[in-house]
C-alpha cells in the first residue's frame, strides 16, 4: 500500500549536479528514517546517505563534503543533493524509508533510478 517513487536520475557530466527525490505515498502515519543506497555493476550495494526523523544525518566517506540528504516531512520526501559528481558515482540509487502505517512499521524500497556520470 506504501509506495516510494524516485525521480532525477540521468547522464552528467564529471563535475556536474543532480538531485534527486523520493516521495512516499499511502497510508503513513510517521517517517522514521530515510535512507539512500546504491549499486554499481559487480559491486554490492552500498548505504550512501541516511537521515532520521530528528534530522541527524550520515555519509558515507565517498560522498562526504559532495553529497547532501535532506527531509520535507509534510510531502514525505526526501531528497539527495549530488554535487562534484565523478564517474565512480555511477550506479542505481534507491531510497529506503521506514514507514510506521497504522501500529506497524516496516522499510520499503523505492524501483531505483540509474545516475550515470560521463563525459
Known amino acids: 500500500q506504501v509506495q516510494l517513487v524516485e525521480s532525477g536520475g540521468g547522464l552528467v557530466q564529471p563535475g556536474g549536479s543532480l538531485r534527486l527525490s523520493c516521495v512516499a505515498s499511502?497510508?503513513?502515519?510517521?517517517?522514521?528514517?530515510m535512507t539512500w543506497y546504491r549499486q554499481a555493476p559487480g559491486n554490492q550495494r552500498e548505504l550512501v546517505a541516511h537521515s532520521t526523523s530528528g534530522g541527524r544525518t550520515t555519509y558515507a566517506d565517498s560522498v562526504k563534503g559532495r553529497f547532501t540528504i535532506s527531509r520535507d516531512n509534510a510531502k514525505n520526501t526526501v531528497y539527495l543533493q549530488m554535487n562534484s559528481l565523478k564517474p565512480e558515482d555511477t550506479a542505481v540509487y534507491y531510497c529506503?524509508?521506514?514507514?510506521?502505517?497504522?501500529?506497524?512499521?516496516?522499510?520499503?524500497w523505492g524501483q531505483g533510478t540509474q545516475v550515470t556520470v560521463s563525459s
Open positions: 499511502g497510508s503513513i502515519f510517521d517517517i522514521n528514517a
Open positions: 529506503n524509508a521506514d514507514i510506521t502505517t497504522g501500529m506497524l512499521h516496516r522499510a520499503y
